[in-house]
């Protein structure tokens, strides 16, 4: 049976996915990314579950301090957006652009979003090139209940 490329990406691409920075931290490092492939996974104990790319500078972050931020982006955030997918000039380098403090976990929470979440690593799945994190939701900030930013609304796309 060979497997239909063309249908794969069309039905893959209409799996609806809403925008997140992703916020790691080891020691003093602090670094951020764009991050689409995210949902909720268990309600108790409530847990997330993200695909990360391998070859990212966040991924190892994630494997070695075993927890991460999720950062939720209201509906005009779509440039914040733009800057943390592409590249930067160091590790952190694209928080220039968007003031952040740390949670009660110590990782990056962005001063201004709908608010965010921080999470521990209780599993990982690497077999292809992202690995499925899935991760228990640790602290919860609501900053302002409003409409986040949905990935068809942009005209970009992530999957396939
Ligand atoms: C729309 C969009 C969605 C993305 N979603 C993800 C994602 O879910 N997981 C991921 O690892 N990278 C995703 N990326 C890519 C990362 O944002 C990008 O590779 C980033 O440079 C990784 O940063 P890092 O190497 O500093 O960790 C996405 C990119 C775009 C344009």
């Known amino acids: 049976m060979s497997l239909d490329l063309e249908a794969k990406k069309v039905l893959l691409r209409k799996i609806p996915h809403g925008l997140f920075i992703c916020g790691v931290r080891e020691n003093e490092d602090v670094n951020g990314f764009t991050a689409s492939w995210v949902t ?8 997330v579950v993200m695909g990360v ?5 966040s991924h190892a972050i994630i494997q070695r301090t075993r927890k991460f931020s999720l ?4 509906e005009d955030q779509k440039d914040l957006a733009a800057v943390f997918f592409k590249p930067q000039k160091g ?9 952040y403090t740390f949670g009660p976990c110590g990782l990056p929470i ?6 965010a979440i921080e999470c521990e690593l209780v599993g990982e799945v690497e077999k292809g090139d992202h690995t499925v994190f899935v991760a228990e939701v640790k602290s919860a900030r609501l900053i302002e209940d409003c409409n986040s930013l949905i ?3 942009t005209g970009w796309s992530y999957g396939g």
């Open 110 to 115: 962005l001063e201004n979003s709908i608010g």
């Open 151 to 153: 990935l068809s609304s």
């Open 91 to 99: 590790l952190g380098g694209r928080f220039e652009s968007a003031p």
């Open 71 to 74: 950062n939720v982006l209201r």
């Open 53 to 57: 790319r391998a070859d990212g500078s």
């Open 40 to 47: 909720q996974g268990s309600f108790d104990p409530p847990l």
